[in-house]
């Protein structure tokens, strides 16, 4: 009470203010002159006495010309685009303050007392804007705390906003770059949020001083003081912690999956990986995509994901913008994805934002790490197969830098110590470079360039060489309007190709190859409107070109006929528009629309047949040409993305979102063997754009702190068009494929269960996920019919999959992990009888997918060592002990019957059927 009273009297003892008398005028011109220098000037005109301190003001310069004007309006005019305030009292002493202001009186009812009523025109203010009370600030004077204070923005007692918007990046002062999913809190207050893939985080706050906290994975927390009295923006540049990283594998920001509105979105931590084993000891982020409920693939070794129940040509896996086609090196093994060179990896098989498009079932958005900019550093690793190294340079200090990264293999003695004399004369290798340029121009702009190529080849038989290759280019421009306002410019190119050199004793050499291109524009923008809508919208372009293949002989001998597929082309465009509205504390609402539109374009022909017939040579009626870049066919529509999300509880929320897509690209493939030669189809006027629809319904729930999480989500989809073959049918250099495909329906639908825990000496996570897949190819001609035009069930359901991700820190530096995953055994087609033909013996098949192959189920065990967390070291080491597939199960991959010597054989595929012990070594300065 004594101190409320001794601060009562010392206000009350400041003077009527000097604005009551005649506010003196003065005339100036000056450019680009020191502020305290005009300050002396409007002294000497006026008798007026400045008081300030040197070092708020020393950095400002002015310029102006002001000819007989009142002194408040010339500090109005020079002060507007700082952070300094001024007060005036009738002595004529002028007080300058940092960020804050001084009150002549107490706010109406500042004693808890009614005061005197509204007047009419006080109560007609917008109801949006509140009178704004002066901000006391208690301050304890025998606590010291050293942080960081941050002004942004003036006290104006005329402005009539009662919150602002901070926003700004995360940054790790080690080695410049972005920090992804920290978390940002506002201490004493329930205000928080997390910041994005590129480090970007905004908050809505009110005047006045608030101290903001950040935590996250391997960051050292902070704390600082912001004094806010406008909108505006700090970056937080952090160190990282000393202390060793927890063993958290897959991480968000703590309330991440309670607080988003997306729902099916996941959060890949790259630098957690490193603890789930792996096969031969390679880190995955791919591979450890799998281990998550609802995502599988039709097999180990396969190439490529399900997810949701979708076929694998329905996920877009983007690397910087730029398309990586096929995602698998080594048969499947492996991933073409440098984990070294990765900065964060977020995957949408849910709500899918309406930025992206083109795809059915999901988004892989990964992004590489930006550069060092401080200092050069780098990252290597090797391993019984491959070794990687990664290196980073400043190009200017704290502005550019470069990094470099790749990946090779020596992998054919795997091939020859295997018991099988078939392949003691194989081979199989691979590598992978990258390169990325990140570039700061100013604070308002900022450039990153990234370069990738990938090629893998090998040669099972002695008579054929396959090679495949993935090269993308991508170029990015950041800009920043405003506080409110920013947009990104995205130029990105990616191809695929495949080859086949065969080299037989007859003479039928031949030499095949294939080839897709594609260039996307993108522009996309970013509106903070207020507390309640924040925007996104843009528009995007992609120019596709298919070379189908071609068909060369090779050497002189060759009896092979050239043989070349028209090329196709299409141009797929599409505006986006979402907004996430705030309806009020508890609801969340995202709403976004896409609208793609799809061209089939010239030059080529196109095999016109009879309506209401069976595609086939018989019911061809004409062969229609088209001139370069004329419209064959047009498809679009509109695309529906919404999303809700409400908080039972602050730690407990449900969230519900439907969506729909269309995809004008397919695959041409039978869904069971691991093929780096399926090719790619465009929609045409014979083959339609794939559809889909899809609701999802969750729950999610924290406990102790965030620790654990619990989520409970279900899905249901509807497919339309699915690209499927006939019997027999042959999908490579195939100059009339449309009569070798049918197109369907699809549905799916499943529960997904995860519990994880995030920290502790004992983390990890247990997924469960309950998921049908079912196809329907259906047609009133017999050869056009599936299963008697019912549904069956697709390549790749599995009903039941678990998965079990454990890890245990017995100190710092040692640590084991454990994965264990079972899944139900994947469709197959089985010969049910037999008959005789020319005195051989053939089969013919049951239903399409009525039988199964067995179980999967592997156990894989790893132990981990770092090395000494010494600050003052040359490189941090990290050595890793895995076995995969610790019980030496022999899963098959698939089941197949052939004829031989007149007789049926049937043979089991398996990729790992005993145990596969690795070490690893890494080490990162």
Known sequence: MRNKIVFIILLFSIQFIFGQNEVPKVSLSFTNRSFTEVLQDIEEQTGLSFFYLENWVSEIRVSGVFDNVAVTTVLDDLLKETVINYFIMDNGRVFLLRNSQIYAGLPEGFFGEGGE???????????????????????????????????????????????????????????????????????????????????????????????????????????????????????????????????????????????????????????GIKNIPQVLGERDILKAAVALPGITTAGEGASGFNVRGGRTDQNLILLDNGVVYNPAHFFGIFSTINPYTTGSAEIYKGDIPAEFGGRLSSVFDITSKDANTE??????SIGPVTANVVLETPIIKNKSALMVGGRATYSDWILGALDEKKLSNSSASFYDIMAKYNHTINENNEIKATGYYSHDDFSITSDSIYDYSNRLFSLGWDH????????????????????????????????????????????????????????????ASKYYVVNPGRKDPMGPDSDVSTLIIPREQGLESALFLSDQFKFNDKLLIGMGLRYSFYASLGEGEQRIYEDDAPKNEETLEETRQFDKNEVIETYGGPELRLSARYFIRPDFSVKASLNNAFQYIHT???????????????????????EAYQATLGFYKNFDGSIYELSLEGYYKKQKNLLDYKVGAQLLLNETIEAEVLQGDGKAYGIEFLIKKNEGKLNGWLG????????????????????????????????????????????????????FVYQTGRPVTFPIGSFALNNSEYVFYSDRNKFRIPDYYRLDLSFQMEGNHKIKKFAHSFWSFSIYNVLGRNNPYSVFFVTEDGDIKAYQSSIFSVPVPTITYNFKF
């Open 375 to 380: 200092k050069f550093s780098g990252e290597a």
């Open 117 to 271: 009523q509204l007047s009419k025109d006080q109560e007609n203010v917008d109801e949006d804007l509140e009178p704004v009370a002066p901000v006391f600030v208690q301050t304890d004077q025998n606590a010291v705390r050293v942080m960081e204070t941050v002004r942004i923005g003036r006290a104006d007692q005329n402005n009539r906003r009662t919150t602002f918007t901070l926003q700004g990046k995360a940054i790790n002062q080690t080695n410049g770059q972005p920090i992804p999913d920290l978390a940002i809190l506002v201490e004493g207050e329930d205000i928080g949020t997390s910041t994005d893939s590129n480090g970007n985080y905004s908050l809505r706050l009110s005047a006045g001083e608030h101290i903001i906290q950040t935590r996250g994975l391997a960051i050292q927390d902070s704390r600082t003081r912001i004094i806010l009295y406008g909108d505006g923006s700090h970056d937080f540049q952090l160190n990282e912690s000393v202390e060793s990283l927890d063993e958290v594998v897959v991480e968000g920001n703590r309330n991440r999956n309670v607080e988003a509105v997306t729902t099916g979105v996941t959060v890949i931590d790259v630098e």
């Open 768 to 819: 469960y996920t309950y998921s049908r897949s079912f196809v329907k190819l259906d047609s009133e001609f017999n050869e056009e019919r599936i299963n008697n035009g019912e549904f069956f069930p697709s390549n790749y359901d599995k009903p039941h999959d678990i998965s079990l991700v454990a890890n245990y820190k017995f100190t710092r530096r040692f640590s084991a992990s454990a994965n």
């Open 668 to 690: 041409l493939s039978n869904n069971t063997t691991v093929s780096p030669t399926d090719t790619w189809k465009l929609s045409d006027i014979n083959i339609k754009p794939q």
């Open 480 to 539: 920043k309007f405003s506080e409110k306002i920013t947009s990104n410019l995205i130029l990105s190119n990616s191809e695929y190709q495949f080859g086949i050199e065969f080299d037989g004793q007859a003479n039928d050499d031949f030499d095949l190859g294939y080839k897709n291109n594609e260039t996307e524009f993108k522009y996309k923008m970013k509106y903070l409107y207020n507390d309640k809508h924040t925007l996104d919208f843009g528009i």
